[in-house]
T-cell receptor, first 112, second 115 residues
Framework: KQEVTQIPAALSVPEGENLVLNCSFT??????LQWFRQDPGKGLTSLLL?????REQTSGRLNASLDKSSGRSTLYIAASQPGDSATYLC???????????FGIGTKLQVIP | GAVVSQHPSWVICKSGTSVKIECRSL??????MFWYRQFPKQSLMLMAT?????????EQGVEKDKFLINHASLTLSTLTVTSAHPEDSSFYIC???????????FGPGTRLTVL
């Protein structure tokens, strides 16, 4: 059974800082890994999708890396802004039926 | 990217009533859709996998008679919470998988409150 862990659970940083969010998973036989953003009381916004054959994906100030063999992914946010404040979820697609398992998320607060 | 909609976005109902939530893929056909539930301060948990034209596959611990899933077309799946109780109050999110790509696109979610 796939298990996804995200560290830290919460993070507070001043505006402008670069930061790294971590995600680890127990079963390395994955199809892909996605990072999402969730604002309070809202749905999910997909940020980046990394296929199992890829090492990283970039979108604007976001960069996600994947090390499948070690079961790790990181989300790097450059020059953080108050608008980046949200919960960031890591989701791993794996298993014979391609089920998605979510981590509990990292709650990020960027202080102006 | 592909767009998935959900209706309603929120619903309040009395205990004992049934509530239907719709999930639609707007610009692609989805043979497989998924239903998730998210309790406060917890992550999303997969409830069931919905395959077009066949019965849904439920995760362990999810009552199939209470959470009825119908995937009658390639663009629509419905989740009906039957005889809802306050403990069913939650945020329900659906997703649809793009064929071959493996990527799932998520709906905006439905906030269910059972009084």
């Amino acid at each position: 059974k796939q298990e996804v862990t995200q560290i830290p659970a919460a993070l507070s940083v001043p505006e402008g800082e670069n930061l790294v969010l971590n995600c680890s998973f127990t079963d390395s036989a994955i199809y892909n890994l996605q990072w999402f953003r969730q604002d309070p009381g809202k749905g999910l916004t997909s940020l980046l999708l990394i296929q199992s054959s890829q090492r990283e994906q970039t979108s604007g100030r976001l960069n996600a890396s994947l090390d499948k063999s070690s079961g790790r992914s990181t989300l790097y946010i450059a020059a953080s802004q108050p608008g980046d404040s949200a919960t960031y979820l890591c989701a791993v697609n794996s298993g014979g039926y391609q089920k998605v398992t979510f981590g509990i998320g990292t709650k990020l607060q960027v202080i102006p | 990217g592909a767009v998935v909609s959900q209706h309603p976005s929120w619903v309040i109902c009395k205990s004992g009533t049934s509530v239907k939530i719709e999930c639609r893929s707007l610009d692609f056909q989805a043979t497989t859709m998924f239903w998730y539930r998210q309790f406060p301060k917890q992550s999303l948990m997969l409830m069931a996998t919905s395959n077009e034209g066949s019965k849904a596959t439920y995760e362990q611990g999810v009552e199939k008679d209470k959470f009825l899933i119908n995937h009658a077309s390639l663009t629509l799946s419905t989740l009906t919470v039957t005889s809802a109780h306050p403990e069913d109050s939650s945020f329900y999110i659906c997703s649809a998988r793009v064929p071959r790509a493996g990527e799932q696109f998520f709906g905006p979610g439905t906030r269910l409150t059972v009084l």
